[in-house]
T-cell receptor, first 111, second 117 residues
Framework: QKEVEQNSGPLSVPEGAIASLNCTYSDRGSQSFFWYRQYSGKSPELIMSIYSNGDKEDGRFTAQLNKASQYVSLLIRDSQPSDSATYLCAAGGDSNYQLIWGAGTKLIIKP | NAGVTQTPKFQVLKTGQSMTLQCAQDMNHNSMYWYRQDPGMGLRLIYYSASEGTTDKGEVPNGYNVSRLNKREFSLRLESAAPSQTSVYFC????????????????FGDGTRLSIL
């Protein structure tokens, strides 16, 4: 059974601090990894894609991938109240067309 | 640019009724997907269509059928609705497969909130 695991939270972070979200995956064959943000009552919105080991930065967001440890993380710098949402991690699954989804981590940024 | 459009946005059904959820994308994407999301849970794949003319079962296909009408449209049908099918349904699409480089991200519609009494 291919799985993606995330801590459900909630993760509470003060405004302006760094929020760190983590995800582990079981399928060593996964090559594609994604972080989505989902506000309550809304659809998932892509934040970051990462395909290679290392870090990828986009504005306040940094995705980190470690394939040896089967670990993906998302760092949000200078956290804002508008970052409060559920963050979903997804990994390319056992076919070339499917993603395996984590259940999400709820992030709360406290002003 | 509309992206992925789902209709209807809300629907209430009685047990045993049937209905079709519609999804259309205008991004010329090859693959399309239907997910359901229940409170506090992640996305569960119902059916997907890797390309026009093909459909395959996902994790939770029982009670559903799909049709890939053309490259743009992918519909989900509930033949005899049950209360357990009360959920939020998302349609998603993705461009061509990258080959050994992996897969591209999925783009989501706004969802259909379905209640079955």
């Amino acid at each position: 059974q291919k799985e993606v695991e995330q801590n459900s939270g909630p993760l509470s972070v003060p405004e302006g601090a760094i929020a760190s979200l983590n995800c582990t995956y079981s399928d060593r064959g996964s090559q594609s990894f994604f972080w989505y943000r989902q506000y309550s009552g809304k659809s998932p919105e892509l934040i970051m894609s990462i395909y290679s080991n290392g870090d990828k930065e986009d504005g306040r967001f940094t995705a980190q991938l470690n394939k040896a440890s089967q670990y993906v993380s998302l760092l949000i710098r200078d956290s804002q109240p508008s970052d409060s949402a559920t963050y979903l991690c997804a990994a390319g699954g056992d076919s070339n067309y499917q993603l395996i989804w984590g259940a999400g981590t709820k992030l709360i940024i406290k002003p | 640019n509309a992206g992925v459009t789902q209709t209807p946005k809300f629907q209430v059904l009685k047990t045993g009724q049937s209905m079709t959820l519609q999804c259309a994308q205008d991004m010329n994407h090859n693959s399309m997907y239907w997910y359901r999301q229940d409170p506090g849970m992640g996305l569960r794949l119902i059916y997907y269509s890797a390309s026009e003319g093909t459909t395959d079962k996902g994790e939770v296909p029982n009670g559903y059928n799909v049709s890939r009408l053309n490259k743009r449209e992918f519909s989900l049908r509930l033949e005899s609705a049950a209360p357990s099918q009360t959920s939020v349904y998302f349609c998603a699409s993705t461009p061509f497969w990258l080959g050994t480089g992996g897969i591209q991200p999925q783009h989501f519609g706004d969802g259909t909130r379905l209640s079955i009494l």
